[in-house]
């Protein structure tokens, strides 16, 4: 019955978070979503983004993923149910508002192949032991992604970080003024042992880079 009042009168609870600000998770149209104040931030129009961009990579091969920004946790639901991936999954998020929302209220949970950490992702990158064949990188405050992960010492660590024959999908912003110049500038800040796509406007609104390091 709740699912289809959905349809005819939203239902919208409200959160408040010291880090991320008003938050609000809606039922609408039969499903549920996370949104901050001027950003969708899980399962509407960012699930669609990060889900294009899974098509673009071999999953099949990847033997553990890092998801640096979990959200609401829509791409771990998305991996999991849409495109079947069952193996190892590191999800870091900064903020324990959004990571008892995403339990809560989206059913995302810590299992024997599924680890949720509360940590920054700028000192996870730095101090991880742990080699990951796919890094997702999703890091927005709002609708801004901060400065410090667009920096050489945090595209550095990542890198070190990433197998050989890894991939990252970047999540770099949303209509950035000037795209191609910081594009560009994050592109050489990974270096030459990186193959970049960059897709723009994905969904009418965010910019990726796709990267696969090299051999």
């Known amino acids: 019955m709740k699912k ?13 978070s010291d880090i991320n600000g008003t938050l609000e998770v809606t039922y609408i ?8 104040e001027n950003a969708n931030y899980s399962y509407g129009s960012l699930q669609k983004i990060l889900e294009f961009s899974l098509k673009k990579v071999e999953l099949r091969a990847v ?11 829509c791409v771990i639901k998305s ?13 870091i998020e900064i903020d324990p508002k959004i990571i008892e929302i995403a339990k809560i209220e989206f059913g995302i949970t810590e ?7 509360q940590d920054d992702a700028f000192l996870y990158v730095k101090n991880s032991k742990e080699i ?4 997702i990188i999703d ?7 901060p400065k410090i992960f667009y920096g050489a010492e945090f595209c550095e660590n990542v890198s070190k970080i990433l197998d050989r024959k890894g991939s990252i999908i970047f999540n770099i912003g949303i209509k ?12 050489s800040q990974f270096g030459e042992d990186f193959d970049f796509q960059k897709h723009s406007n994905v969904n009418g609104s965010n910019i990726l880079l796709i990267g696969k390091k090299k051999m």
């Open 4 to 16: 289809f009042l959905s349809y005819l009168w939203p239902d919208t609870k409200h959160f408040y």
């Open 176 to 187: 950035l003024e000037k795209d191609s110049d910081k594009s560009q500038a994050i592109i």
């Open 111 to 117: 299992s024997d192949n599924q680890s949720i950490i």
């Open 63 to 73: 033997e553990n993923i890092l998801l640096l920004g979990m959200g609401g946790g």
């Open 29 to 36: 149209n039969g499903k549920k979503v996370l949104d901050t």
């Open 139 to 145: 890091l927005f405050i709002d609708t801004h992604v």
């Open 132 to 135: 990951f064949q796919l890094i």
């Open 79 to 91: 991996l999991r149910e849409n495109f079947d991936y069952q193996k190892r999954l590191v999800a």
